[in-house]
């Protein structure tokens, strides 16, 4: 079957535009997580939704960042005001449930670079 | 909040070789999980293990919950084992991961 996709792959702005980022979960997955990769560094934690609903968003940065996963399958993370700062890999995963040993199964990242 | 560890941050190995990622935590956790990632940024999960040892193929991974502390073994590298490879935290009570930086590693046929 289909795995985790994101679109686009790779996403070039200016500084100050809005984006939409947007994620495609596994068919079935309820758990949807987004994680920003910056340069030489591991994932960070973004988010988190059960669901519909965001179960744990305390990694968002700011105010700037937000996302939704309206029908409890694609989300979209969407970036304000965008800033230099906001360049990285954001990735995007899905696991069946929640559940500290569910496998997370990644998408293939969107790379974003704000000029 | 949880600090992840890795050691080391790059490893150059001969094909063959006896390969050894090491991982420690500051708090306590739920689960431990090995994570690779290559070239293009796909990661792919290993190993997820929250007590003693998990073998897969030529991949084994070990914690010690008393340390703190977890390592991913590769036995008979081989050059299409390089990628980098993460591990990840997630803690008591939450599905929140904490990721260390990552292991680089070559393996040079």
């Known amino acids: 079957g289909a795995g985790v996709s994101q679109t686009p792959s790779n996403k070039v702005t200016e500084k100050g535009k809005y984006v939409e980022l947007r994620c495609d979960p596994i068919?079935?997955?309820?758990?949807l997580y987004w994680y920003r990769q910056s340069l030489g560094q591991g994932p960070e934690f973004l988010i988190y939704?059960?669901?519909?609903?965001?179960?744990?968003d305390s990694g968002l940065p700011n105010d700037r960042f937000f996302a939704v996963r309206p029908e409890g399958s694609v989300s979209t993370l969407k970036i304000q005001r965008t800033e230099r700062g906001d360049s990285a890999v954001y990735l995007c995963?899905?696991?069946?449930?929640?559940?500290?040993?569910?496998?997370?199964?990644f998408g293939p990242g969107t790379r974003l670079l704000v000029l | 909040k949880n600090e992840v560890e890795q050691s080391p941050q790059n490893l150059t190995a001969q094909e063959g070789e006896f390969i050894t990622i090491n991982c420690s935590y500051s708090?306590?956790?739920?689960?431990l999980h090995w994570l690779q990632q290559h070239p293009g940024g796909g990661i792919v999960s290993l190993f997820m293990?929250?007590?003693g040892k998990k073998k897969h193929g030529r991949l084994i991974a070990t914690i010690n919950i008393q340390e703190k502390h977890s390592s991913l073994h590769i036995t008979a590298s081989h050059p299409r084992d390089s990628a980098v490879y993460i591990c990840?935290?997630?803690?008591?009570?939450?599905?929140?991961?904490?990721f260390g930086k990552g292991t680089k590693l070559s393996v040079i046929p």
């Open positions: 995963a899905s696991s069946l449930t929640v559940g500290v040993l569910e496998t997370q199964y």
């Open positions: 068919s079935g997955h309820t758990a």
């Open positions: 708090v306590g956790i739920s689960a």
């Open positions: 990840a935290a997630s803690g008591a009570g939450s599905y929140q991961l904490t």
């Open positions: 293990l929250s007590s």
């Open positions: 939704f059960q669901g519909t609903g965001a179960a744990d």
